[in-house]
């Protein structure tokens, strides 16, 4: 019994020696806000931003990945020869006490076929990993947005405006009073 104490003991001292490098030091490297834009369509990626701030020394990010996604990747959008085109990252920088902004327009990233049960939770969990001594990952939950225009452009099914459609040469199948043409509805049924 006795030197499973003195082991104990001795953890104790290391676990609080390590704790004690990080007083003092300023803030710690951090993923801080952000959110996903889900896809125009089921079959478009969705986009993520993001916001990390820098620890006390320059690190890089050097991948984001989520379990309830096909496939994440960093892109980076510059303006080549007038046109703006998008191009892969491998890294980016995370300044010592700065900060890294994946944004419309510049930095983001490119999900594709996010799990269901995660755009029905409204978040997707993923996981930043940098380059330091540990290579050190850090767990962020970023929210899920609905593409521009609602739920239903992200389901594909947007919805049709019937407001300024003439209906009033269309029987669908109903007699006058509004009920179902019963004659009329199996021939057309057939015809589908």
């Keep these: 019994m006795k030197p499973f104490a003195i082991l104990t003991l001795a953890a104790t001292a290391l676990t609080l020696t390590a704790c004690e490098k990080n007083l003092g030091k300023g803030q710690q490297l951090n993923v801080v806000g952000g959110y996903i834009q889900m896809g125009a369509t089921p079959d478009r990626p969705a986009v993520g931003y993001f916001t990390v701030e820098g620890g006390p020394r320059n690190v890089q990010l050097v991948a984001v990945t989520a379990d309830l996604a096909q496939r994440v990747e960093m892109h980076e959008s510059v303006k080549e020869n007038g046109v703006m085109t998008m191009k892969p990252l491998v890294s980016a920088d995370v300044p010592a006490n700065g900060k890294l902004q994946f944004k419309q327009g510049g930095k983001h990233l490119m999900i594709w076929n996010i799990n ?10 993923m996981q930043f990993v940098f380059t330091n001594n540990n290579n050190d990952r850090i767990l962020f939950d970023l929210p899920i947005k609905p593409a521009p225009g609602g739920e239903a452009a992200a389901t594909g099914e947007a919805a049709m405006d019937h407001s300024k459609m003439d209906h009033s040469k269309m029987d669908h199948g109903m007699k006058d009073g509004g009920a179902m043409d019963a004659e009329k509805a199996p021939a057309d049924a057939a015809k589908k």
């Design 116 to 125: 269901g049960a995660a755009v029905r939770a409204g978040k997707l969990p």
